[in-house]
Nanobody
């Protein structure tokens, strides 16, 4: 079993920044792919970013956040981060951290095995 706890959400003005954190426990963190997803009201959960296992840290981003968001991981702390810059009102959503029990990258929610409880991000115009 894997436990994921997100933090760092909040209210920010458009153009601002937030840094989300996700602390993992229950599995050797560094072996596996980690991802961030988000879900806005009335919409399906969508992929935001993913990072590969180990320290190679190969990353992949949704087109909507590319160039603005950065995913990173600290394997010593069992934590994955999402740095969000130049935030837009359309980034408003609940953001979820996800753990994939594989070492291959994935961008759909069904390919991840464990989820955090989510942290809310609200971007005002």
């Amino acid at each position: 079993q894997v436990q994921l706890v997100e933090s760092g959400g909040g209210l920010v003005q458009a153009g601002g920044s937030l840094r989300l954190s996700c602390a993992a426990s229950g599995r050797t963190f560094s072996y596996y792919v980690m991802g961030w997803f988000r879900q806005a009201p009335g919409k399906e959960r969508e992929f935001v970013a993913a990072i590969s296992s180990w320290s190679r840290g190969t990353t992949y981003y949704a087109d909507s956040v590319k160039g603005r968001f950065t995913i990173s991981r600290d394997n010593a702390k069992n934590t994955v981060y999402l740095q969000m810059n130049s935030l837009k009102p359309e980034d408003t959503a609940v953001y979820y951290c996800a753990f994939r029990n594989r070492q291959t990258m994935a961008t759909t929610a069904g390919e991840y095995d464990y989820w955090g409880q989510g942290t809310r991000v609200t971007v005002s115009a």
